[in-house]
């Protein structure tokens, strides 16, 4: 039997819920399972191994840590584009940043944490919006952003910095022509240093601790629906280990805070802010 027609036994599914859900916490449901089948399809492929059995032993050995990764890359999706759900972009223009700046102290630097960044249109929004209202507006006001995420692929992307038609359909023309340049690939945009500087990517598994300042806001959106209660409490815990009191968490639309509430206070639909006392 070759790998181009191989099919994913439940039993060979199993092992890679199994995989996903002890090294990231994410429990692939049942429905991922043509999902699964289809993205590690082509690893076979590539290594020319003849069944999902075989590719995950290939990948638990230890001389294979670099497929290891490989299979963690194809498992997690990421789909997203610049200044994705507008309510947000609104909220922290018109409400988070005035506050902020009211309460300014000299030396104090705006820190936002985008904790599931992907190809970085997130963390790449966060850096030119703070930009525009805090660091480009005022002299002496600076700004920091971290983009996290477990996905080694999307990381190298997003440092890049280079997008297409679908990641930049939000964008107005005023901000398409100060915040980006046109790269060598005919229809594509890149991100101006003066943003890229801005942001600052790393590898991060939410399951683990993050050793960093604490942060005025973090994004944590469209990922939680991939945990179940134990990872979510575990993600919650070392989100809000980070967040200043005072500061604000914004989920995904499909999402809530399960645990740690008591630490919250509801703002809006899918924003929280973290109560003053710890």
């Given at each position: ?31 991922k399972?043509?999902l ?5 399809r082509?690893r076979?492929?590539?290594?020319k191994l ?10 638990n050995d230890?001389?294979n840590k ?53 190809t970085?249109?997130?963390p ?24 996290t995420?477990?996905?080694?692929d ?6 890049r910095g280079?997008?297409?038609?679908y990641s ?18 005919p229809?594509?945009?890149?991100v ?5 500087h801005?942001?600052d990517?790393?590898?991060?598994n939410l399951?683990?601790?993050?050793s960093n300042?604490?942060f ?5 959106r ?21 967040l ?5 968490l ?15 206070s509801y703002v ?11």
């Amino acid at each position: 039997m070759t790998a181009t027609d191989t099919t994913l036994r439940m039993r060979e599914f199993k092992l890679f819920q199994d995989l996903m859900y002890s090294h990231a916490g994410i429990r692939l449901s049942e429905k991922k399972h043509s999902l699964v089948q289809n993205r590690l399809r082509k690893r076979l492929q590539t290594l020319k191994l003849n069944s999902y059995g075989e590719y995950y032993e290939f990948i638990n050995d230890k001389r294979n840590k670099d497929e290891f990764q490989n299979c963690i890359n194809a498992l997690t999706t990421n789909e997203t584009f610049f200044f994705r759900h507008k309510n947000h972009w609104d909220y922290l223009a018109e409400t988070i940043v005035p506050e902020w700046k009211r309460d300014y102290r000299p030396g104090q630097i705006f820190r936002a944490w985008s904790a599931a960044s992907s190809t970085g249109e997130e963390p790449y929004s966060l850096g030119i919006l703070l930009y525009d209202l805090i660091a480009g507006d005022s002299a002496g006001k600076k700004v920091e952003v971290l983009a996290t995420d477990i996905n080694h692929d999307v990381i190298a992307q997003a440092k890049r910095g280079e997008y297409g038609e679908y990641s930049l359909q939000k964008l107005t023309k005023l901000c398409l022509k100060k915040y980006f340049a046109a790269s060598a690939t005919p229809g594509s945009f890149r991100v101006i240093d003066k943003i890229r500087h801005i942001v600052d990517f790393k590898i991060h598994n939410l399951q683990q601790p993050l050793s960093n300042s604490q942060f005025d806001i973090v994004f944590l959106r469209n990922v939680m629906i991939y945990f179940d209660e134990k990872s979510k409490h575990k993600v919650m815990e070392n989100i809000t280990r980070v967040l200043k009191p005072g500061g604000y968490l914004f989920l995904g639309g499909a999402e809530t805070i399960s645990s740690l509430h008591n630490q919250y206070s509801y703002v809006r639909p899918t924003i929280y802010r973290k109560t003053s006392h710890e």
